[in-house]
């Protein structure tokens, strides 16, 4: 659990006076990086393939080079894994460090490394209607627990709880919270799935990934040509050009994406809304908006009302995760700084024990 900046720091203020910061949202796929010169101006965005670097020092290293930056004293990193301590192992990139030795070889004096949806979630109560897309009905209930999902290489949970004048973001694994078939096809993939892994979790099924897995499996049991090296972006394509097996596909991807946020919704209590965010639903487009997501995300039994009143929303906001992992930036200095002013404070104040008045 990562305390969040207070609501008063996401307005614009004076430029950093000690140099741009460094933002990074780092994926299984792809590392996005970008400068902060002040609070809410956010420049210079460039995203690099993972496959392309070693390390994540390597690529930041890129980053620095192409924009000819010489020095940077503070950066932070949200990245799609689990961050407990000073050393990461991604989850879906061969890409292992320590906090502590990326920050000394690359000389900043701050390197603050977070889940990327602990980041996306304090980006939330930044976004405006238009960074948005709200899917199906519900009202957003003010001051309320605010939920995320988010559906790329991998399957991103996240959270915020209010707390005064603040939020509080969750960091969570959720996305490998057990798979739960709903109907008989679904049962079909599970069974094709369990043939690959012991543990078929929600993000075997709908992280992006699954769409292909999905089509294989719906391939297999309607005894249809199988090509084991399609890639969710082809099903995508096929989907879009109404190949009736990718369309399935994406149905199917788009249900059991609803069942799982529906289960997020009711576990937080998500009266605020559930946010979807990750790389795949962007690329559905319009394929999402007329999917079944809505209507699993409400077939709860007895808690259908429940949900029926919680919205659901798409972000779609080019680069969110920056505003969040910013905000998280920001609470840290200016809790460092607090910090330090009040042990300054009280240096100052027990002067007279240690040093004579009439001393010199």
């Known amino acids: 659990m990562l305390t969040g900046a207070p609501k008063a720091m996401f307005a ?15 994926g299984g796929t792809n590392a996005r990086f970008a400068l902060e010169f002040r609070p809410g101006q956010i420049d210079n965005v460039r995203v690099y393939p993972c496959a392309d670097y070693p390390g994540i020092a390597s690529a930041i290293k890129r980053f620095l080079e192409d924009n000819k930056i010489i020095r940077v004293n503070h950066a932070a990193i949200a990245i799609a894994n689990p961050v407990d301590g000073d050393q990461v192992q991604m989850t879906n990139r061969n890409w292992s460090f320590s906090i502590e030795a990326t920050r ?18 304090m980006a939330l109560p930044c976004l405006f209607d238009a960074q948005r897309a709200q899917i199906g009905g519900g009202v957003r209930r003010q001051n309320s627990v605010i939920g995320l999902v988010g559906p790329g290489t991998g399957l991103g949970v996240s959270g915020l709880i209010p707390s005064n004048d ?44 699954g769409l292909a ?17 399609l890639e969710p972006a082809d099903v995508v394509r096929r989907a879009q050009a109404a ?6 596909a994406v149905e199917c991807f788009c249900a ?15 009266l605020g809304g559930i946010y979807i965010g990750g790389g795949v639903i962007s ?7 007329a999917s079944p997501f809505r209507t699993r995300f409400q077939e709860k039994g007895r808690s259908r009302a429940y949900l029926a009143n919680i919205p ?3 972000i779609t906001a080019k680069y969110p995760a920056f505003l969040g992992v910013s905000a998280i930036l920001a609470e840290q200095l200016w809790h460092r700084s607090n910090r330090e002013s009040a042990v300054f404070e009280r240096v100052w104040q027990m002067r007279d024990v240690f040093m004579p008045a009439d001393s010199p």
């Open 166 to 209: 603040r939020w509080i973001a969750l960091g969570s694994e959720g996305g490998h919270a057990t798979f739960s078939p709903q109907d008989e096809r679904e049962d079909r993939i599970l069974n094709y799935a369990r043939k690959q892994w012991t543990h078929v979790s929600f993000e075997r099924i709908c992280a992006g990934p």
């Open 283 to 289: 690329h559905l487009g319009e394929l999402f908006s």
């Open 104 to 121: 000394c070889a690359l000389g900043f004096d701050t390197l603050l490394v977070v889940n990327d949806f602990t980041a996306l979630a």
């Open 12 to 26: 614009r203020e004076s430029p950093h006076p000690d140099g741009p910061r460094l933002l990074a949202d780092v």
């Open 213 to 229: 897995l999905i089509y294989r499996a719906l391939a297999v049991y309607s005894k249809k040509p199988l090509n084991p090296k």
């Open 312 to 314: 659901t929303f798409v």
């Open 243 to 248: 190949d009736p097996l990718a369309l399935e």
């Open 256 to 270: 059991v994406l609803g069942t799982f946020t529906g289960n997020i919704a009711v576990t937080l209590g998500a």
